[in-house]
């Protein structure tokens, strides 16, 4: 999640988490010089210094060598090896049943630690060197693990291993470009430990430099920056909240009509206008076709087993702020079927309609099902309570409640006591005894929203809401 102060990895990271964004889309991005990329690798990340170059023992180099192979007791991954388009797979932490009832000694790195964003160099290299280095992200992030500035005439190698806890080694990617070409791997990681390997394949007395940018400030559907790494959202209408890394930044969702049933979207900002920030698409199946900014598009009905696919990306005529953060609604398209609003036990004032009265209490319910009728399960209705209109403004008092598994949701709203605009005298003889009632009351109104997509439910543009009367004193008079 993005914080106000956001860390910027600078124009390589961006650039090479943007190219796989493009995959289904007629267009490519501007790729970046290599110059262009170096000055901004090395610009993003404080020195730190010279390191004297750390010896590889024969022992862990054969660990390093085991885990690569893929015999190691953790899941070795691979990663492409080309620069500026690589993307790390996020990784599972092992599982905690598997560590109950084991003593977890405090955890020790194979190799000396260093500190993330920051660029170290290491000179005297020779062919054959082994330069083994640990660090920690404390944090899920996307990161760039670099090894860049090589020597004229060198060639080194560069992987990255994550240690499981318990000395298990798994291969995240490695890089291993021509040349003295600079070496990247990029993508989302989860919080864990982590080592660079870097292997000098040609080197006389060379000179290389290597690092980690890391930025935290990532939202929770990361990594989604292509079509084919689309976060995937379950079978109900969602509503998910995220935010651009950056101005190359772009997230994929994708959506499964398993029924075949309509499927909905909406793209929307936070309360203080940020819309403007992001263009929302959606592909057609053969190009990407922007919802306009406000609207909601619906496919009325697909294939069963149908994929929707969306994208936000960012307005490139905005400048762009990664701590603002957009709400994306897609799925199943809602349906309303039943609705019930009922107040507690009072007289009912009669001069005046008003569809719905009571003193202290609304017992409401709903039903919401698909397209196909099958129940909308977690949803999140929203009764919009103002029970007191004193101008053209409303002020909306929200109380929520969730669907069950057959998409019904029961809730009561305490809407508190009230003084009176009105006072009427009300003839009553339902008891069979006629009673005069000194009844004081204010009007108001409610309507009903789903949290998850606008223009649903009960009270629209036309009719905005149900009338309320808010029963506030009743006293018998005679």
């Not at 693990?145 to 990617?173: E, H, I, P, R, Y």
């Not at 808010?470 to 008079?477: A, L, S, V």
Request: net charge negative; glycine share 8%; hydrophobic share 40%.
């Amino acid at each position: 999640m993005k914080s106000k102060k956001a860390f910027m990895l600078g124009a390589a990271m961006m650039a090479s988490c943007f190219v796989s964004a493009f995959a289904l889309a007629d267009q490519a991005p501007a790729k970046l010089s290599a110059e262009a990329v170096k000055q901004a690798v090395n610009k993003a990340l404080k020195s730190g210094g010279k390191l004297d170059a750390s010896k590889v023992s024969t022992e862990l180099k054969k660990k390093l060598l085991v885990a690569k192979s893929g015999q190691s007791k953790a899941v070795t991954r691979s990663l492409k090896s080309e620069p500026f388009d690589s993307v790390v797979s996020e990784l599972k932490k092992p599982a905690q049943g598997a560590l109950k009832g084991a003593a977890i000694a405090a955890f020790e790195p194979l190799f000396p630690t260093l500190d993330i964003n920051t660029l170290y160099t290491v000179d005297a290299v020779q062919a054959g060197n082994e330069f083994a280095y640990h660090f920690n992200l404390p944090q899920n992030a996307r990161v760039q693990v670099q090894l860049v500035n090589q020597s004229a005439g060198a060639d080194m190698s560069l992987t990255l291993f994550q240690d499981d806890g318990q000395g298990n080694l798994s291969v995240v990617g490695s890089s291993d470009a021509a040349g003295n070409a600079d070496e990247y791997l990029n993508g989302v990681l989860p919080a864990g430990d982590y080592y660079w390997y870097m292997v000098a394949k040609v080197a006389d007395n060379a000179q290389f430099s290597f690092g980690v940018a890391v930025d935290s400030n990532i939202d929770a559907f990361e990594p989604n920056d292509s079509a084919q790494t689309a976060f995937v959202l379950p079978d109900s209408m969602n509503k998910v909240s995220g935010n651009l890394d950056s101005a190359n930044d772009v997230d994929y969702f994708d959506f499964t009509a398993v029924r075949g049933q309509s499927v909905s979207m909406y793209l929307a900002g936070d309360e203080n206008g940020s819309r403007n920030q992001w263009i929302f698409d959606r592909f057609d199946g053969a190009n990407w076709v922007t919802v306009p900014a406000g609207s909601t598009s619906t496919y009325p009905s697909v294939a069963p087993g149908t994929t929707v696919k969306v994208r936000v990306r960012a307005n490139p005529a905005v400048a762009q702020d990664p701590s603002k953060y957009y709400q994306l609604s897609l799925g199943s398209t809602p349906r309303l079927n039943t609705s019930s609003v009922k107040g507690d036990n009072i007289v009912r004032v009669t001069e005046v309609w008003l569809a719905t009265q009571t003193a202290r209490l609304l017992n409401w319910s709903t039903q919401w099902s698909d397209s196909t009728g099958a129940p909308l399960l977690g949803v999140t209705p929203v009764l919009r309570v103002d029970n007191h209109f004193v101008d053209l403004n409303y002020r909306w008092v929200d109380y929520k409640a969730t669907t069950n598994s057959a998409g019904v949701s029961e809730a009561t709203a305490n809407i508190g006591t009230c003084f009176g605009d009105y006072t009427t005298v009300i003839n009553d003889s339902s008891t069979g005894v006629p009673y005069k009632w000194r009844t004081t009351y204010n009007e108001g109104g409610w309507r009903i929203e789903l949290a998850e997509f606008p223009g649903v439910g009960v009270g629209g543009e036309n009719v905005q809401y149900v009338s309320l009367g808010h029963i506030c004193t009743q006293d018998i008079i005679h």
